[in-house]
């Protein structure tokens, strides 16, 4: 009934092609938050919350991203 393994990582199937990494960064708080963009539907994927460029250097490699290819919203 109840699985007490560890569940693996979502990275670790994630095929980058046809996404978008993103940060939406929210204009009244600040708070940031990094995923990816489907380039066919448009739909956003949250995956992790940035504190610092640490946490989102360790989302772009984590990920496959290329910083070059990162985009923000707001």
């Known amino acids: 009934m ?10 670790s199937g994630f095929d ?8 939406r960064g929210s204009i009244c708080t600040g708070e ?3 995923g990816y963009r489907d380039t066919e539907t448009g739909k956003f994927t949250e995956v992790r919350l940035i504190r610092s460029e640490a946490d989102l250097d360790a ?3 984590e ?6 290819a990162l985009k923000r919203e707001w």
């Open 2 to 11: 109840f699985s007490w393994r560890k569940k693996k990582s979502a990275s």
């Open 32 to 34: 940031r938050v990094a």
């Open 63 to 68: 990920y496959r991203f290329d910083r070059a």
């Open 16 to 23: 980058p092609s046809g996404k978008t990494p993103v940060v």
């Open 59 to 61: 989302f772009l490699d």
